[in-house]
């Protein structure tokens, strides 16, 4: 143990490079399993009401199927998380092409991403920090990206994940972890009956392609209104055009913040009656990805389960996604001389 922080093999890659896995552990007994390749949380351990620990993190016990299969559990996401349409912006006068990887559009940083590159880590402290040089034309992106992550597990029971990038040329950067949960224990069942709750008055409607429209529209009236608890499955199965064209929730709620505040604001509120366990989000970011696991159909099986449909849920802090497109949007284009700093915070608690 150095530190709370502890290292094993897991892996190698099929180029020959060795996967570690870093164990973060607090005081409480919880536990965080890390992996350099990605940035991948593998495991959450949190007790529920009765002081019963289980993994509440959707992921897989080897690493190949993070390598091949993986629809992101746990990632890192960058150069910009979500989706950009047809993969194409105009910055400074001038078209950038990103390679595309979804329908026509460029998803999560292209394929591949953040998510499936080794990134250098070093243990400071409490701390595991994770740094990546993402190369000029890297999936069509302009400018040498340097991104560094780190991860801390708290006494309070926090995940914090504080980003931070520098880039040589104007360029995109909308990073995210996109860990997928299920506070019942991964693999117990759907996600439907998790209360919710999410400080937004508004949310970014899509085309049929998730694409955004551009305009941001009151969530008064329809299915995406969280702002008082409701279980995800309550109006997830409605009649309603959003709904199809996420397959269900897959939409970027817009925080009840100012824009530019960059304090910490409690955003997202779960809970899983059953067990009690409760998850919080807080974050500086101007949104939030709420996706309900629409596409998880059992083809891919982990920990011992098989991923069923809506058998996780993410919570994507975020800037909305096409900002390059969208000038209404705030901004999302890092130049040099500039730093991106930003910092999520995910709480584990039980309620009564």
């Not at 060795?18 to 949380?41: A, P």
């Not at 529209?217 to 009649?239: L, M, N, S, W, Y």
């Not at 101007?286 to 011992?304: I, M, T």
């Amino acid at each position: 143990m150095q530190n709370g922080i502890t290292q094993a093999p897991f892996g190698t890659l099929p180029d020959g490079r060795q996967v570690t896995q870093y164990t973060l552990k607090n005081n409480n007994g919880m536990i965080v399993r890390i992996l350099d390749f990605g940035g991948i949380i593998t495991e959450i351990h949190v007790p529920d009401r009765d002081g019963v620990f289980a993994d509440v993190a959707l992921g897989f016990e080897t690493l190949g199927p993070y390598v091949k299969d993986s629809p992101y559990f746990g990632a890192l996401i960058g150069r910009y998380g979500n989706r950009i349409g047809k993969g194409r912006f105009t910055l400074d006068g001038k078209e950038v092409q990103l390679t595309v990887n979804n329908g026509n559009n460029h998803l999560h940083g292209g394929d591949p991403g953040y998510d499936k590159v080794l990134w250098t880590a070093v243990v400071e402290g409490a701390s595991l920090v994770l740094r990546y040089d993402s190369p000029d034309g890297e999936q069509g992106y302009p400018g040498n990206l340097v991104a560094t992550v780190t991860y801390q597990l708290t006494d309070d029971n926090e995940i914090v994940v504080r980003f931070h990038a520098v880039t040589d040329r104007p360029t995109p950067v909308n990073l995210t972890q996109h860990s997928y949960f299920n506070l019942a224990g991964a693999g117990q069942g759907d996600i439907l009956g998790h209360e919710i709750t999410i400080d937004a008055d508004k949310f970014v409607p899509i085309d049929a392609g998730s694409i955004p429209f551009g305009e941001l529209a009151p969530v008064t009236g329809t299915p995406f209104d969280f702002r008082k608890p409701r279980t995800i499955g309550e109006r997830i199965g409605q009649p309603d055009k959003q709904l199809r064209h996420g397959t269900g929730y897959d939409h970027c709620w817009v925080l009840n913040k100012p824009l530019g505040e960059r304090g910490l604001k409690c955003a997202v509120h779960v809970i899983e009656p059953t067990t009690g366990r409760v998850l919080e989000l807080f974050t500086q970011e101007p949104g939030v990805q709420f996706y309900s696991g629409n596409f998880l159909d059992g083809s891919l099986e982990g920990k011992g389960h098989p991923w069923i449909f809506r058998s996780g849920f993410c919570i994507e802090p975020e800037h909305y996604p096409d900002s390059p497109n969208q000038p209404s949007y705030p901004n999302t284009i890092l130049r040099p001389g500039d730093v991106y700093e930003t910092e999520s915070r995910f709480r584990f608690s039980v309620a009564p």
